[in-house]
């Protein structure tokens, strides 16, 4: 199995994860709605890095893969930022803060610079 197939699995819980949580909230407030979107964005965008497409050939896997990294770690920042509490930590808020902003710069970085993970430019290792 490569990164896309593995990602592709990871989708099988981010886009049943963001329908429920809409289905079970509707109508959802804004923050819990934006960050149930951006899981299912980030599932689809995963579902298409590790499935043959023309798509998948005209964009190249490791963007696609990339552009849902991103959403994911949208979806932590959005969770947190939306609903940090007085309750809530400072230490705790910056960590999830802090882990959602490295998934989506983990994304970026997929998206710009492939050859970072091994990567030739057409999203395949060399």
Do not use: C, K, W
């Amino acid at each position: 199995m490569n990164r896309y197939q593995y990602s592709r699995l990871l989708s099988l819980v981010l886009v049943p994860l963001g329908v429920g949580v809409v289905a079970l909230s509707y109508p959802p407030p804004l923050d819990l709605g934006a960050q149930a979107v951006l899981l299912v964005v980030a599932g689809v965008l995963m579902i298409l890095s590790g499935t043959e497409s023309r798509l998948r050939e005209r964009v190249g896997p490791h963007r696609l893969l990339g552009a849902g990294n991103v959403a994911l770690g949208a979806s932590l920042v959005v969770s947190e930022l939306a609903g940090a509490d007085a309750d809530d930590g400072l230490a705790y808020t910056a960590a999830v803060v802090l882990g959602g902003l490295s998934l989506a710069f983990v994304g970026l970085s997929y998206i710009f610079r492939p050859g970072n993970f091994g990567l030739g430019p057409d999203g395949f290792p060399e």
